[in-house]
């Protein structure tokens, strides 16, 4: 079982930035992909950056790509996502998610799930 918690959310003006964190709970959290997704009000939960376990592969969608940076610390249990050069359309929930198979786009994929927090960003 692992236990996903996040912070860092908040409310921003366009082209500031937010660093959001995962807490992660268990032993194991090492061995875990860590995802990040977001959901817009009426709009389909999706991808935002992926990282493997070891942190050594990350993945990030187009939109976010060259702005926003996923990391993690294993020995803290977090991961992390910073975020730049914020534009309105990322308002959003943000989620953290665990995957114990493959570091995957796919949030169908995930087995854990943290409950959110909010980011927005003001025009």
């Known amino acids: 079982q692992v236990q996903l918690v996040e912070s860092g959310g908040g409310l921003v003006q366009a082209g500031g930035s937010l660093r959001l964190s995962c807490a992660a709970s268990g032993r194991t959290f090492s061995s875990y992909a860590m995802g990040w997704f977001r959901q817009a009000p009426g709009k389909e939960r999706e991808f935002v950056a992926v990282?493997?376990?070891?942190?050594?592969?990350?993945r990030y969608a187009d939109s976010v790509k060259g702005r926003f940076t996923i990391s993690r610390d294993n020995a803290k249990n977090t991961v992390y996502l910073q975020m730049n050069s914020l534009k309105p359309e990322d308002t959003a929930v943000y989620y953290c998610?665990?995957?114990?198979?493959?570091?995957?786009?796919?949030?169908?994929?995930?087995?854990?799930w943290g409950q959110g927090t909010q980011v927005t960003v003001s025009s």
């Open positions: 990282i493997s376990w070891s942190g050594r592969s990350t």
């Open positions: 998610a665990a995957n114990d198979n493959i570091a995957t786009m796919d949030y169908k994929e995930y087995d854990y």
